[in-house]
Nanobody, 123 residues
């Protein structure tokens, strides 16, 4: 199985950018489709973005299209989420997750999760 550790979260002003990283260990990341989810206080965890095993296909939730970019570097066993033009509505704990099936958008389809990294956007 794979272990995931997110990093790169923090406090940023509205309009700013952050890049989240998800480092994998235990098994090579290339075996898995990867996803990013987020959970704001008092809200359910929601899908943000997903990428297939090779990195050739991606999918995003509507609210982040054109602002966020998911990518992966299988040689570095790391996935990324580049977040631009951040707004206060993007404030949440962000989780990366790994699935045996590519391009899944439901949290229950991901077997492995990181511990999360806090992103706070000040308006």
């Amino acid at each position: 199985q794979v272990q995931l550790v997110e990093s790169g979260g923090g406090l940023v002003q509205a309009g700013g950018s952050l890049r989240l990283s998800c480092a994998a260990s235990g098994r090579t990341l290339s075996f898995y489709g990867m996803g990013w989810f987020r959970q704001a206080p008092g809200k359910e965890r929601e899908f943000v973005a997903t990428i297939n095993k090779s990195g050739g296909s991606t999918s995003y939730t509507d609210s982040v299209k054109g602002r966020f970019t998911i990518s992966r570097d299988n040689a570095k066993n790391t996935a990324y989420l580049q977040m631009n033009s951040l707004t206060a509505e993007d404030t949440a704990v962000y989780y990366c997750a790994a699935s045996n099936v590519a391009l899944r958008v439901n949290a229950y389809e991901y077997a492995y999760w990181g511990q999360g990294t806090q992103v706070t956007v000040s308006s």
